[in-house]
């Protein structure tokens, strides 16, 4: 009983933290021209959250496709809404099936964020970069702590990270984690910037990377943005 209270509490905690994180991109919905909420407007910016959640599970398919996987779709959860299973052959196969989604996705990203054409105050583009940025990031977060989207069901598994685990190691998962989390993130404080309602000083000056020669050997990284 304590057992079900527990993953019952994980579960409402985990529904309400992402739709308190999706409410909170409630700026990125406004029109482009910084003109009020129109139905028009919050209508494309959720259509670009499902255009974001098509593109995440349509990579799995095309994967699965490639490596002549079967796979069986049924209803996922609050940040998986489209679950499957599969019979993938080798373990490579297997990771290259439940990473292509979250891939795919900072894949997406970076293409909007790259092309000057795109425009990123339009509410469909904000919309396929707000689940592009949370997905991966509510994904790390469930399989560090949440636990409800990623499980070990007996002899299969739930979950993109739970699957590359399954098929390769924890430390590989870990590590996939770690750095989905970390592109999603710095994807997202780029993607804030191009924002019209963005306040002028993460507007200001771009942030630069250098890499200096040291005298004693090696080299010096430096990242410097202004706050």
Known sequence: MNVKKTTASARVAAILAAVVILVSFAPAVARADGSDLSAVSVAKFFAGVASSMLLHEGAHAVVAAATNTHMSWKAGNYNQSIAFTEDVDSDAEGVALYSSGLLTQLGASEVILQVDRIDKNDAFVRGMMAWNILNPILYSLDYWVIRVANKENGTSSQGDLEGIERY??????????????????????????????????????????????????GAFLAWHCRF
């Not at 989390?181 to 994807?187: L, W």
């Not at 963005?198 to 630069?208: C, I, N, S, V, Y």
Request: hydrophobic share 40%; proline share 6%.
């Open 168 to 217: 390769s190691s924890e430390a590989t998962a870990q590590g996939f984690a770690i750095g989905i989390t970390a592109i999603a993130a710095f994807q997202g404080y780029r993607f804030l910037k191009t924002q019209d309602w963005a306040p002028e000083w993460l507007k200001g000056t771009p942030d630069t990377v250098t890499l200096t020669p040291m005298r004693s050997g």
